[in-house]
């Protein structure tokens, strides 16, 4: 979550985000930024030697509830996965939750008092977070 405050003291970069919004968290791309899909972003995020870094290459993504609804779907995710450890790739962690029940979580937090979410290495009540973490989880892409 660091990624947050962090990005309040950064200047705009070259990618398109503007001054003083959130950086990318872990090695994610910048939101809006994975606008070729989540196979160009995963490979695009397995280039990297990580071996000779400590830092790791954790990546968060956002999949449409739908990608994991029936057995051909949840056929290409592991697909997906698979395919991003067999190119380096060491550590994913996958929301499953759609945009709009997060939109709708942050407008009637009563509806969900049991939404978990994962955020950045944890999991925790969507509505137990800080709506700026909130935010920053509802801007990722999701992918379908």
Known sequence: MSNIPAGTEIAATPDGRKARQPLSD?????HGNDRE?????????SKPDYSQVSC????????SPSMF???????????LIKYYFKKGGQEIQ???????V???AIEHPEEY????????GFSAYYNSLDNAVKLDILARTEHA
Request: glycine share 4%; net charge positive; charged share 25%.
């Open 26 to 30: 872990a090695a994610s791309p910048t």
């Open 37 to 45: 899909g989540p196979v160009a972003a995963l490979k695009s995020l």
């Open 56 to 63: 790791g290459s954790v990546i968060n993504q956002k999949y």
């Open 69 to 79: 609804s029936d057995d051909a779907n949840r056929a290409k995710m592991r697909e």
């Open 94 to 100: 996958i929301n499953s939750v759609s945009r709009k």
């Open 102 to 104: 997060l939109e709708d």
């Open 113 to 120: 008092s049991d939404l978990v979410v994962r955020v950045s």
